[in-house]
């Protein structure tokens, strides 16, 4: 590009696109990571994309399948999308948090049954998708995902793909980090409630510096999706995880100063991780040592440093210190270490889960004596990730980079023994955030593929005006060199995913008659005295209007019925094709409605007829060549 061809912002102030990029996130961090971080970070290996034929092995041919599913989190726009990995294909949406035009989410009786009292949410924020698991396994039964916007957790049947339980938390406010009980199998989940609140909190103080001001560590029971039990946490949680023995759970805090500020939050040098000892939990709660806050039922354990009383620390937890506001939490495949994330340090901090029996016994002089590595990586680094070959590999937001190293020379190097425990930085397109390898978050870590999710992509694909999308990189780490094969596009922050073997996901074909997502449904028509397979009924109840019909492609059962103007009228469609991927839809022209009906399953909706005549319904999915015949009419009269 010639100079008077560049784009205004291809130069800024003689610096490149990367070192502005770094430039610009040093100053909205303010004092990062200090002088002496800044002379220590390691200089890069330039990024090589990978060959054509290494680029083949990410390729899959039309009528191949992909390797392993992928679930992104739709960041805010509050949905769960399906990726093919290692093609980055995108399969499928499932509609949580928002409402969806083409499923009807939000729409439909049946999604607002799900949604219960949050239907009044037309948004979501999606952060942390997770798979249940069965000994240290994906079991690939559900996925669960939060919503920071409005403090809720939901619960994905990976069956059908669809949502079937959500929960808001009480007590708290902005649900962010969450991971599932790995071994013996996902009996809770665990989630962070980031924000510091007065208890209560009605107005009627605003004080964030008292001892009745706190957030809360939470866990839900993964089959009810009731909360179990919530802990009183020192500062604010950010990111989480589970060992695997079942025993402890850990979180990241920062905003040990219980500041309001940024300047406030960042002032002390070091914040800490908090583990949590489960069975010690559920045994406070067995000898009723717990409170319950405001109109919640849910047990609530005291787990600060000090409780207030004789001074001593909380049995249920221990606090240890690590440098300045952490932030991803992560687990080594090998059920070895926690791994906190430095963020505004350029280190991260391996903690000996084999030690923290000990800790909580109060067989060790200091928290910090289950440290037993501190690997300085780079400036910013977010999360880290594992290829089950005993290496790490962590996203240095700041340096826009992804760096492996080794897990064992990280802690032979804190012993004092000189040693590179750097194997390689690979440059990454911009600002990483999460970071995913297959089968990372289980025992079966395999180091085929990591998935960057990367926060800006500037250059990397054509402009879509002042928004951009964001950059999701495929690289190959099978072997000893890290290379980049794809550059993926993304839409409204995905924040994290999550990789499975296909062979882990079992998904059905049509949907089961007896499935309790539409079971509700079902009793309402059999309270009417329909045969959902086969009536094409009006039943009429003052101004309430219930219309039943079959449909198989290309015709609805019914192609015509009355209402009167003001009637509230709930349409219920069963699809009577059996052959998968005879999708239909139902759409009522003007009206606001539009929903799915997959082969055998069923759906309604409830909408008010207030505009007189005519008003023409139609079949929104391509089911059938005379798709657009598949259609009928609602007639309305005059009130």
Not at 532 to 561: C, H, Q, W
């Amino acid at each position: 590009m010639s100079d008077d061809t560049k784009s205004p912002h291809e130069e800024t102030h003689g610096l490149n696109r990367r070192g502005f990029l770094g430039a610009s996130a040093l100053t909205g961090a303010a004092a990062l990571v200090g002088a002496s971080a800044l002379g220590s970070a390691v200089v890069g290996r330039e990024a090589r994309a990978a060959g054509k034929g290494e680029r083949s092995k990410a390729e899959v041919a039309p009528g191949e399948l992909d390797e392993y599913y992928g679930f992104w989190s739709g960041g805010h726009s509050g949905e769960v999308r399906v990726l093919g990995v290692p093609s980055m294909r995108e399969l499928m949406r499932i509609p949580v948090f928002n409402v969806d035009s083409a499923t009807g989410w939000g729409l439909t009786n049946e999604s607002k049954r799900v949604l219960g009292d949050s239907a009044r949410f037309l948004n979501g924020d999606c952060h942390h998708p997770h798979i249940s698991m069965t000994d240290g396994k994906y079991d690939g039964k559900y996925l669960f995902i939060n919503d920071k916007a409005n403090s809720r957790v939901a619960r994905i049947r990976l069956d059908v793909m669809k949502c079937d339980r959500i929960v808001t938390i009480p007590n708290v406010q902005a649900i962010h980090g969450l991971r599932l009980q790995k071994v013996p199998h996902t009996r809770y989940v665990f989630c962070n409630a980031e924000f510091i609140i007065p208890h209560p909190n009605d107005g009627s103080t605003f004080d964030l510096s008292g001892d009745n001001a706190f957030t809360l560590y939470n866990a839900i029971d993964a089959e009810t999706m009731e909360v179990a039990w919530q802990v009183i946490v020192d500062g604010n949680l950010d990111n989480t995880d589970m060992d695997y023995s079942g025993r402890f759970a850990a979180s990241t805090c920062y905003n040990s100063e219980k500041a309001v500020d940024l300047g406030g939050m960042m002032r002390n040098e070091r914040d800490w991780v908090v583990v949590f000892d489960i069975p010690r939990i559920e045994a406070e709660i067995k000898a009723k040592r717990f409170v319950t806050l405001g109109d919640s039922k849910v047990p609530v354990v005291d787990g600060r440093r000090k409780d207030g009383k004789d001074g001593k620390d909380s049995p249920v937890t221990r606090y240890i210190p690590v440098p300045k506001n952490p932030h991803g939490l992560n687990t080594s495949p090998d059920g070895k270490y926690f791994i906190a994330n430095g963020k505004l340090s350029p280190t991260c901090t391996m903690i000996a889960i084999e030690r923290l029996g000990d800790l909580f016994a109060g067989k060790l002089a200091d928290p910090r004596d289950v440290v037993v590595g501190e690997p300085e990586l780079g400036l910013g680094p977010l999360h880290t990730t594992f290829d089950g070959r005993g290496n790490a590999y962590t996203t240095l937001f700041i340096d826009s980079q992804l760096v492996k190293w080794n897990l064992a020379d990280a802690v032979r190097a804190y012993k004092g023994e000189k040693v590179d425990y750097i194997r390689q930085k690979l440059d990454v397109q911009y600002q990483p955030g999460h970071n995913h390898a297959t089968l990372c978050e289980t025992s079966e870590a395999d180091g085929k593929w990591i998935v960057v999710l990367s926060k800006f992509s500037k250059d990397r694909f054509l402009p879509t005006g002042p928004l951009h999308p964001e950059n999701d990189q495929l690289i190959d780490i099978s072997g000893e060199e890290m290379k980049l094969v794809h550059d993926g596009p993304t839409f409204a922050e995905p924040h994290d995913c999550i990789l499975a073997r296909r062979d882990q996901i079992k998904t059905r074909k049509i949907w089961d008659r007896k499935d309790p997502f539409f079971a509700e449904t079902v009793k309402r028509a059999e309270k009417d005295g329909i045969d959902l397979m086969k009536d094409n009924k009006v039943i009429r109840e003052g101004n309430k209007v219930r219309v039943y019909m079959v449909s198989m492609a290309p015709s609805f059962g019914l192609t015509e019925f009355k209402v009167k103007q003001g009637d509230e009228v709930t349409v219920t469609i069963t699809n009577l094709d059996e052959i998968e991927d005879v999708t239909h839809g139902f759409v009522m022209v003007n009206h606001g409605v539009c929903m799915e009906i997959s082969p055998q399953q069923t759906s309604s909706i409830t909408f008010v007829a207030d505009k007189p005549g005519v008003h023409w319904y139609y079949c929104s999915w391509f089911c059938h060549a005379l798709h657009m015949e598949m259609c009928g009419r609602m007639l309305v009269e005059k009130a």
